[in-house]
């Protein structure tokens, strides 16, 4: 079970070290109301919506984000039945 755990502890830390640097990767969207609807419409219709390097970065966020709830359930289900 020691085992595991440290094969469990240690996807953690790297789904949480890679979901820190994927997030700072991301460009800030700061450009009000205004550029939100406007710049939204615009990439929300583009055709190439789904190979920019913002989109891409967001579904590593995503993935990552799911990778380290799975491991911290995981993680609080062998603590709790150690």
């Not at 440290?6 to 790297?14: D, E, F, K």
């Not at 989109?55 to 062998?78: C, G, H, Q, Y």
């Amino acid at each position: 079970m020691q085992v595991l755990q440290n094969i469990v502890m240690v996807l953690h830390i790297i789904a949480s070290l890679v979901l820190i640097v994927v997030v700072l990767f991301q460009s800030g969207k700061t450009s009000g109301l205004s550029g939100s609807i406007a710049g939204g419409a615009e990439t929300f219709f583009g055709k190439n919506k789904g190979r920019t390097i913002d989109a891409l970065l967001e579904k590593w966020t995503a993935a990552f984000a799911v990778l380290f709830l799975i491991t911290s359930i995981a993680l609080a289900v062998i603590v709790a039945t150690h």
